[in-house]
C-alpha cells in the first residue's frame, strides 16, 4: 500500500458523505484508541488496520481506502463495535465502504455477484437444490416453498444490486 | 401464543438437520409454530455490502409479513437472520430519516406498511426464557450425560449486542453454556470461545478464513472438549462440514466433533440419533453418545 499521499487526490468531502449516510453516523466519535484493531480476529492480515480505516475516511483519503484488501477481510464479527469505548459502528461502517467500493466500480467479488443473482432470482441467498429438496421429503420435512419474487425484483431496480447484476 | 417460524436459507436449503431438530423439539415443547418458509431473504451481510437500505427493506419485508399475520414474534434458526431483523427493528426506529427511506422502498415495491415492533427471538432465547430452564429440566429431559466435556460457541451475531442489540451480555453471552450445562455437559474455557469462526469471510478469502477456522478447532482441542457446540447454521458447516479442509489447509488433524444445541437438547429429551438428525452431521459425532446416561 502507498503511504505517501498525492494531495490532489484527498476528497474533501467524503468525511462528510460518510458521516451523512446511515452506516456512518457514529464515525466522528473515534479518537483513534485501536481497541478496534487489537479486537479483530484478522487485523494480523489486513493491508488496512480498522482503525487506520476510520482515520482515512477522516482524511478523505477514499481513494486508498476503497481499494484495499482488507475491506473484504472483515468477517463482520462486531468485536471492534463490541468493544469500542466510543460506540463507534466500526462494522456497519466497513460494510458501507465496501458499498461505496462497489459504487467506484472497483471490485465486486463473485459470491457477491452470486447472492444478488440467487437473491434475484429465488428470493433466497441460497436455494435448496433438487438434491436437498428429496433429502427433506425422506426425512418427512415441509417443502421449501417457492418465494414470490415480484416485489424483490421491483427492489432490486431501485437499488445498487441493479447495478451488480447489470439489469438497468 | 404462535411464533412464526423463519428458519433461514441455510437450515432449509444446506442443513436439514437443524430445522429437523429444531421442529422436533419445537413439538415435544409444545411450541405453537407458524410456518414463515415463504418469506423471502433477511437481508444479510452480503446485501448489506451492496446496499444497506435493501438490506433492511428486506428485514422490513419479513418483518411486515409477520405483522399482517398477527404475529408478535419471530422465531429463527439463524443469528444472522436475528441480528438483521433486530438491527432493522432497531435501526428504522434510531434514523428517522434512513426508516423513512426503507418503509418507502418497501411500501412502493412490496406493497406492505411495516408498523414496528415485531419481536425477534432465536430458539435458544424460546427454551431459555420463554420456557425456562427449569421447567425444560423438571417436565422435558429424561436424561442427560456425563463426563462429556463441551467448548461452547455462541456465535457473533447472537451473543454480541453490537451486532443485535438484545441484553444478553457483553461479548460472551453464556445462554448457550446454561443450557449445555443444565444436560450435565462441562462447558469448558477455551481460550479463542469468542473469536469469529472465519465462515463470512469463506467466500472473499477462502485462506484467511480456513486460518480462522483452524485457531478455533485448535483452542477447542487444547482445552479438552470432546465437542463444540453451536447454535449458528454458518458456524456449524465451517466447524463440521469444513474441517477436513481447514485441516488440509493448517495441516493438522482436529476430528472434532461438531453439534448443534438442538441436537444435544433432542437427544437428552428421549430423541434417538436419527431423530435429531446426527448422522447428517460430516465429522462423527457417535462419540458423545458414549457419554450419554
Sequence with gaps: MERTTNLSKVSRTFFEEVMKSHMGRTLSCCYQCGTCSSSCPVAEEMDIKPHEMVEMIKLGLKNTLVRCKALWQCSTCYMCTERCPQGVKLASLILGMRDVALREGIVVPRSVEESCKNLNDTGRLIAPSRFQMEKRLKLKLPSVPSIDTESIKGMVNKTRVADILKVR | ?293
Design chain 2, 1 to 293: 401464543m404462535s411464533y412464526g417460524y423463519y428458519p433461514g436459507c441455510y437450515a432449509l436449503a444446506r442443513m436439514p438437520q437443524y430445522d429437523l431438530s429444531a421442529r422436533s423439539i419445537m413439538r415435544k415443547l409444545d411450541v405453537e409454530i407458524i410456518d414463515m418458509s415463504d418469506a423471502p431473504c433477511c437481508g444479510p451481510a452480503p446485501i448489506k455490502s451492496v446496499d444497506y437500505r435493501m438490506a433492511s427493506a428486506l428485514s422490513a419485508q419479513v418483518l411486515a409479513m409477520a405483522e399482517k399475520k398477527g404475529l408478535d414474534t419471530i422465531v429463527t434458526l439463524c443469528p444472522e437472520c436475528f441480528s438483521s431483523f433486530m438491527k432493522a427493528n432497531v435501526g428504522l426506529e434510531e434514523d428517522a430519516g434512513f426508516g423513512k427511506e426503507v418503509k418507502h422502498l418497501l411500501s412502493s415495491t412490496a406493497g406492505l406498511d411495516y408498523q414496528g415492533g415485531v419481536k425477534v427471538k432465536h430458539l435458544l432465547q424460546v427454551i431459555h426464557d420463554d420456557i425456562g430452564l427449569k421447567k425444560l429440566r423438571k417436565d422435558y429431559i429424561i436424561r442427560g450425560f456425563e463426563g462429556l466435556k463441551a467448548a461452547v460457541h455462541s456465535g457473533c451475531h447472537f451473543s454480541r449486542f453490537s451486532a443485535s442489540y438484545h441484553p444478553v451480555g457483553l461479548e460472551d453471552s453464556r445462554m448457550l453454556d446454561e443450557l449445555v450445562e443444565g444436560l450435565g455437559i462441562e462447558s469448558v474455557y477455551w481460550q479463542l470461545k469468542s473469536w469469529c469462526c472465519g465462515a463470512p469471510i469463506l467466500a472473499f478469502d477462502r485462506d484467511l478464513s480456513c486460518k480462522l477456522g483452524g485457531k478455533k478447532l485448535q483452542s477447542a482441542k487444547v482445552s479438552g472438549a470432546d465437542c463444540i457446540v453451536s447454535l449458528c447454521p454458518y458456524c456449524q458447516m465451517q466447524f463440521d462440514y469444513n474441517q477436513s479442509i481447514i485441516e488440509k489447509k493448517v495441516d493438522k488433524r482436529f476430528t472434532l466433533p461438531v453439534v448443534l444445541f438442538t441436537q444435544l437438547l433432542g437427544l437428552c429429551m428421549g430423541f434417538d440419533k436419527k431423530e435429531v438428525g446426527l448422522g447428517m452431521n460430516r465429522v462423527s459425532a457417535d462419540a458423545i453418545l458414549d457419554f450419554m446416561e
